[in-house]
C-alpha cells in the first residue's frame, strides 16, 4: 500500500500561480471560474418573497437536518433564496442513478456505450434532479409554514400562487446551479458542481470565525482547536492520495518489416483507500439526523406516541454519545456498499482482458475479479475506519477542547481538500501541456 500524497513547496506555488496567469488561454479559463462562482454567490443573497428572517433564524438554531442541508447550499438556504436547494437534488439524482445501473439492464447497457451512454445517463440524471427538487423544495416549505416563516401552503385558495411560484424558484434555481456547474466544467477549470460546493462551504468561514471570536474565555481551547482542523486536513490529504498499486501487465502485437513482434510492458492499476469520498458521510448524516427530525413533530402529542418521539427527539442528538455511535457504524457501512457498488460497475478485470492486460500471477476473467473483490475489501476496510474517524472527530474535538462556539464539520474539510486537490491536478495537467511546473510534487 503506497500513500502519495503530494505538495510543493510555497514559493513553487507562486511561482506555479504566476506561470498560469501568464498564458492567456489558462488565464480566461481562471477567470472564467472566478466569475461563474462570483454569480452563484450573487444569486445565493436573492430570497424568496414573504420570509420572516427572525423565525427563520429560530428554526435553523433548533434543527439539525436543515443546518446540515445548508452546507450544500452554502447559506443559501438560511437565507431561503431562490438557490436555497443548492445542488442537493441533482447529487442525490446522480447517486440514485448510480446505484440503479447496475440493477436496471438498460441503465448498465448505456453505461458500457462509452460517450453517448454517459450523456444518456447525464440526461436521465437531469430529468430526475427536478422531481426531487420538487419533492424536498414543498417540503421545506410546509416545514416553513409550520414554523410561522412562511404564509400558507398549498394548491388551493389562495395560497396556490405563491406556492407554485415559490416552487417554481427553488427548482429553477436549481437547473440554474447545474448549468453554471457544467459551465465551469466545460470552460473553465475544475469540476463545476463541486466547485460550486466549495464555494459554499469557504462562504461561511467568516461566520465560523466570528463564532471563535465570541469564545475568549477559552482561548487555550480554541488553539487546540485549531490544531485538531489542521491534523484532520492532513490526515484527509493522506487518506484521499493513498492507493493500492496492483502490478498489470499489457501484451501486445506490432508489424515492423513485413513481420508480427510481440511486445510487452508493465504499468499499476491503482486503487484508492478511499474510493467512496464524502457519499458515506452523506448517508449517515442524513439517516442519523432524520429520526430525531421527525420526532420533534410528534414529540408535542399525549400519550403512548407522545412519549416515544419524546424519547427519540432527546436521544438523537448531536450532544448525545449514542449518536455519534450510529454515525460511525453507518458510515462505515455505507463505505463499503457504495465502494462495491461503484467498483462493480467500473468491470476492470472485463477492461484489462479486452485490451490484453492481465494481472501478474492472476489469470484473466473471473479470477482476476475475485482477487480484485478482495483486494478492494482490504483497502476500503481502512478508507471505512478512516471516514467514521473523521466523522465523529467534532463531538471529540468538542469534549477534548471544550469549545462549543465553533461547529467544525468534517463533511465541510472533506470536500474543501477533496476538491482542492483534484482542482491542482486538473491546473496541474493544464501546466504540464505548457511545459510548466504545477503545483503538486
Known amino acids: 500500500?503506497?500513500?502519495?500524497?503530494?505538495?510543493?513547496?510555497?514559493?513553487?506555488?507562486?511561482?506555479?500561480?504566476?506561470?498560469?496567469?501568464?498564458?492567456?488561454?489558462?488565464?480566461?479559463?481562471?477567470?472564467?471560474?472566478?466569475?461563474?462562482?462570483?454569480?452563484?454567490?450573487?444569486t445565493a443573497h436573492i430570497p424568496l418573497p414573504g420570509i420572516d428572517s427572525a423565525q427563520l433564524d429560530l428554526l435553523f438554531d433548533s434543527n439539525e437536518l436543515l443546518g446540515f442541508l445548508d452546507l450544500f447550499s452554502g447559506g443559501a438556504l438560511r437565507r431561503m433564496s431562490i438557490v436555497a436547494l443548492g445542488v442537493f437534488p441533482y447529487i442525490t439524482a446522480s447517486i440514485v442513478i448510480q446505484l440503479l445501473t447496475p440493477v436496471v439492464p438498460q441503465l448498465q447497457d448505456l453505461?458500457?456505450?462509452?460517450?453517448?451512454?454517459?450523456?444518456?445517463?447525464?440526461?436521465?440524471?437531469?430529468?430526475?434532479?427536478?422531481?426531487?427538487?420538487?419533492?424536498?423544495?414543498?417540503?421545506?416549505?410546509?416545514?416553513?409554514?409550520?414554523?410561522?416563516?412562511?404564509?400558507?401552503?398549498g394548491f388551493s385558495g389562495e395560497a396556490l400562487l405563491p406556492t407554485v411560484a415559490a416552487l417554481l424558484s427553488v427548482v429553477a434555481g436549481t437547473m440554474f446551479l447545474v448549468w453554471l456547474g457544467e459551465l465551469i466544467t466545460?470552460?473553465?477549470?475544475?469540476?463545476?458542481?463541486?466547485?460550486?460546493?466549495?464555494?459554499?462551504?469557504?462562504?461561511g468561514f467568516p461566520s465560523l470565525l466570528s463564532q471563535g471570536f465570541l469564545d475568549r474565555d477559552n482561548?487555550?481551547?480554541?488553539?487546540?482547536?485549531?490544531?485538531?482542523?489542521?491534523?484532520?486536513?492532513?490526515?484527509?490529504?493522506?487518506?484521499?492520495?493513498?492507493h493500492r498499486r496492483i502490478p498489470v501487465q499489457y501484451g501486445r502485437s506490432i508489424f515492423?518489416?513485413?513481420?508480427?513482434?510481440?511486445?510487452?510492458?508493465?504499468?499499476?492499476?491503482?486503487?484508492r483507500i478511499n474510493s467512496a469520498g464524502m457519499i458515506p458521510l452523506i448517508f449517515a448524516f442524513s439517516i442519523v439526523i432524520l429520526p430525531g427530525t421527525a420526532a420533534t413533530y410528534f414529540a408535542t402529542n399525549t400519550g403512548f406516541i407522545g412519549d416515544i418521539a419524546r424519547f427519540f427527539a432527546d436521544l438523537l442528538i448531536p450532544t448525545e454519545p449514542l449518536y455519534w455511535v450510529m454515525v460511525f457504524v453507518l458510515v462505515v457501512a455505507f463505505t463499503f456498499f457504495y465502494t462495491l457498488v461503484v467498483f462493480n460497475q467500473q468491470q476492470l478485470a472485463e477492461n484489462l482482458q479486452r485490451n490484453g492486460g492481465f494481472v501478474l500471477g492472476i489469470r484473466p476473467g473471473k479470477p482476476t475479479q475475485d482477487y480484485l473483490n478482495r483486494v478492494i475489501v482490504r483497502i476500503t476496510l481502512g478508507g471505512a475506519l478512516f471516514l467514521g474517524f473523521i466523522a465523529i472527530v467534532p463531538y471529540i474535538a468538542s469534549l477534548i477542547t471544550d469549545v462549543q462556539a465553533i461547529s467544525l464539520s468534517s463533511t465541510s474539510l472533506l470536500i474543501m481538500v477533496g476538491v482542492g486537490l483534484d482542482t491542482?491536478?486538473?491546473?496541474?495537467?493544464?501546466?504540464?501541456?505548457?511545459?510548466y511546473e504545477g503545483f503538486l510534487r
Open 256 to 271: 515492423r518489416g513485413g513481420r508480427m513482434y510481440r511486445q510487452s510492458g508493465a504499468t499499476y492499476l491503482p486503487l
Open 111 to 153: 453505461s458500457r456505450e462509452g460517450e453517448s451512454g454517459r450523456a444518456k445517463l447525464n440526461r436521465y440524471t437531469h430529468w430526475l434532479t427536478v422531481p426531487i427538487a420538487l419533492a424536498q423544495g414543498y417540503g421545506q416549505l410546509v416545514l416553513l409554514e409550520q414554523s410561522n416563516v412562511l404564509g400558507p401552503i
Open 1 to 42: 500500500m503506497i500513500a502519495e500524497a503530494q505538495g510543493g513547496r510555497f514559493p513553487r506555488l507562486i511561482q506555479a500561480a504566476i506561470d498560469a496567469f501568464s498564458l492567456p488561454d489558462l488565464r480566461a479559463k481562471i477567470l472564467f471560474t472566478l466569475a461563474i462562482l462570483a454569480l452563484y454567490r450573487f
Open 219 to 242: 482561548v487555550l481551547g480554541i488553539g487546540f482547536f485549531a490544531i485538531i482542523g489542521v491534523f484532520i486536513i492532513a490526515l484527509i490529504v493522506m487518506f484521499n492520495e493513498a
Open 186 to 203: 466545460e470552460k473553465g477549470i475544475g469540476n463545476g458542481i463541486s466547485l460550486i460546493i466549495f464555494a459554499g462551504i469557504v462562504a
Open 424 to 435: 491542482l491536478r486538473q491546473l496541474e495537467a493544464q501546466l504540464m501541456m505548457r511545459n
